[in-house]
């Protein structure tokens, strides 16, 4: 391992803040990369560390995967913990063009290693000389180890139903692991399964298996067509007027949705909203899209601009200065994805029930198009309001498109009483 030449926590904040803002990332994931390495450095300090270690940073990187895996926390969570770890190792070492890349390193412990240590001695010994095997073939190390982990995934599967010798396991054992490796594997399912058809190939041509069982994995999974959520105007009359105004968290998420409903902004763009974009004279909302990078004005209508203007006088912390919506303590930092994210999942339970697992504030943006189409706005104008493509054939009807959204736009009740 080369000596890492930054080991100073103020100067590897500095460094990774400097790396981070001349990359195309939004200020909010900025603060939140740099919020993961303060909490880092806090717990590097409680433990009596003067400066950062590799030792450490290994230590802290398989506690908090053991903890996340022991939680059944989301991948984005851990994928953004070995992102943050990658940050801080890449600011280390002074190797700045792939500090967010995790999976370019050979620090971390991968779940390839984790599934193989769950299996037999005969199963390891055999994922060894499969290994050598691909490695003979002059196969690429990406693609060996991607076949390395789908396959120790599905003999770990096949091993809880059957824990026999490989030689000894029947098709039928097979087909049931299949089936559970097709709920843990729904993205993706065929390539998948190319790596445990290979090893299973490998076991009959090398005499462990007197069956070829590889043809059982000669399957295609079902088209998938993922469900398009979105609410319908009286399910968001419904959140909106569950919300207490008179309690700051609950009177920001209030507003934050009637922006998204109100113009179909993203939620990043709507988190990123300055109280610079907002014209109150022109009426409009000027902002840059995080997502296509690109330049899009909004109507702001009257009942947007009423909700927008008493959040901001009477809501919003009066030292808050860039964003729109902050947080009510010091030092009034953006509101995060994650909180924002939490708070509505607890709203949308309360009103609406569980039976609404999986809408969140993009439904909404969703309930926009719904909305145009049903008032027979054109789809492709439809596609420009929305931001999916170039605005630059779509000048002619710029302002159509805003005449179309000012019809759409849900009437937004004044907060009174």
């Known amino acids: 391992m080369e000596e890492f030449m930054i080991t100073n926590f103020d100067e590897l904040l500095c460094n990774a803040e400097q790396i981070l803002s001349k990359r195309s990332l939004s200020p909010v994931t900025i603060d939140q990369y740099l919020a993961g390495m303060r909490q880092i450095f806090k717990i590097a300090r409680a433990l009596g560390h003067q400066s950062c270690s590799h030792e450490f940073l290994m230590h802290y990187l398989q506690t908090r995967e053991n903890y996340y895996l022991f939680s059944c926390v989301g991948k984005a969570r851990i994928q953004t913990l070995y992102r943050t770890v990658g940050l801080i190792v890449n600011t280390m070492a002074g190797d700045f063009s792939k500090c967010l890349n995790p999976f370019d390193f050979e620090l ?59 030689a000894l396991v029947s098709p039928q054992e097979i087909i049931d692991a299949l089936s559970k490796f097709c709920v843990r594997e729904k993205n993706g399912f065929s390539k998948s399964l190319y790596g445990p058809k290979l090893f299973f190939k490998w076991l009959f041509d090398i005499g462990v298996l007197d069956k070829n069982l590889s043809v059982l994995f000669r399957v295609k999974a079902p088209r998938h067509y993922p469900e398009v959520k979105s609410f319908s105007s009286e399910e968001i009359t419904k959140l909106l007027a569950a919300l207490d105004k008179a309690d700051y968290n609950e009177s920001l998420l209030f507003t934050f949705i009637s922006l998204i409903q109100s113009t179909g902004l993203r939620k990043t763009d709507a988190i990123n909203l300055t109280v610079q974009q907002i014209d109150w004279a022109g009426r409009k909302i000027s902002i840059c899209q995080s997502k296509t990078g690109r330049a899009v004005q909004l109507p702001l209508t009257d009942s947007l601009a009423a909700v927008l203007s008493w959040f901001l006088l009477h809501k919003r912390p009066t030292l808050a200065q860039q964003y729109v919506f ?61 931001g999916h493509t170039s605005l630059q054939s779509v000048r002619p009807y710029i302002r159509t498109d805003l005449e179309h959204l000012r019809e759409c736009c849900l009437p937004i009740s004044l907060i009174g009483g």
């Open 326 to 386: 902050v947080d009510d303590f010091r030092p009034y930092a953006a509101k995060t994805a994650t909180a924002l994210n939490r708070q509505f999942a607890k709203l949308k339970h309360r009103v609406l029930g569980h039976r609404y697992y999986g809408y969140g504030f993009h439904a909404i943006r969703r309930s926009v198009g719904t909305r145009l189409h049903e008032k027979e706005t054109l789809n492709y104008l439809i596609t420009e309001i929305l």
């Open 108 to 166: 971390y412990r991968t779940t390839a290693t984790s599934n193989i240590d769950r299996l037999s001695v005969d199963g390891q010994q055999a994922i060894r000389e499969f290994v050598a095997h691909l490695a003979s073939r002059q196969v690429s190390e990406s693609c060996i180890k991607s076949y390395k982990y789908r396959t120790a995934l599905f003999l770990t599967l096949l091993q809880k139903s059957s824990p026999k010798e490989l």
